[in-house]
């Protein structure tokens, strides 16, 4: 009877996120998705799963993933394409994932998530230099920056101050959802542990680049697993991107 009833009382979707601002699904611009069978079955997967919207973020990273709107765009049409050819009604948006280094410049119109949030990351090993300044000319730009996976950043391991400094600045924060299942380790585990206590996530994303990540996430889902872990924590995604504008 226990069990009869816990497995009543699963959630068992993911509807209660709904939309993934974050992840590597457009076809072979990046180190995501490299066509558009492959494309379309993350895409498949992830309605199945419950998101009513996606939001590709691929990366501009000039040293490895030189990407343009002019690419991103290509990409998202070429995969828009074959949802519409299927009939895929799920929403897909296009925006980019923006490498922090000394070859970011906002000279030119940035990829943006929706009119104003702005994706960026930086090493997993380095803090980048001028990244407290980066945030600052975003954000007097007009901009809200939104810094990916704080969690995996392992400078901030020791020393969460830095981090706290970014969000009294006003950045926003996104939890990969495979850091509270220990995808990445235990450190990073941890960090992600830390950060939802302290409610300093305002999103939180996929991330997908591959099978295996899909694979983790699916199994995580459907058992109520993830639900189990994060649920109840108020992710603004819905509030923030819900909307069909882009």
């Given at each position: ?95 980019a994932e923006y490498m922090v280094d000394q070859d ?110 899909l694979n983790t996430l699916t199994e995580s889902v ?25």
């Amino acid at each position: 009877m226990f069990n009869f009833f816990s497995k009543k009382n699963k959630v068992t979707d993911i509807s209660w996120l709904g939309v993934d601002m974050h992840s590597h699904i457009l076809p072979g611009i990046d180190d995501g998705s490299p066509d558009v069978p492959t494309s379309i079955r993350f895409v498949k997967a992830l309605q199945e799963l419950g998101f009513n919207k996606l939001i590709a973020t691929p990366h501009i990273y000039k040293e490895l993933y030189p990407n343009t709107q002019e690419t991103i765009g290509a990409a998202k049409d070429a995969l828009q394409a074959e949802m519409d050819n299927q009939n895929i009604s799920l929403t897909l948006g296009a925006a980019a994932e923006y490498m922090v280094d000394q070859d970011f410049t906002m000279d030119k119109p940035l990829c943006k998530l929706d009119e104003k949030h702005v994706l960026i990351e930086m090493s997993y090993l380095n803090e980048s230099p001028g990244i407290s300044q980066t945030v600052f000319d975003i954000e007097i730009k007009g901009y809200k920056p939104i810094l990916a996976h704080p969690e995996r950043y392992t400078f901030y391991f020791k020393d969460k101050t830095r981090l706290k400094r970014f969000k009294e600045k006003g950045c926003l924060f996104q939890l990969n959802l495979l850091s509270v299942l220990g995808y990445y380790g235990k450190e990073v585990k941890l960090m992600a542990d830390v950060l939802l206590k302290e409610k300093m996530y305002d999103l939180a994303g996929t991330d997908l680049h591959h099978e295996r990540h899909l694979n983790t996430l699916t199994e995580s889902v459907l058992s109520g697993r993830l639900h189990e872990l994060i649920g109840n924590y108020h992710f603004r995604n819905q509030d923030v991107f819900g909307h069909d504008s882009i």
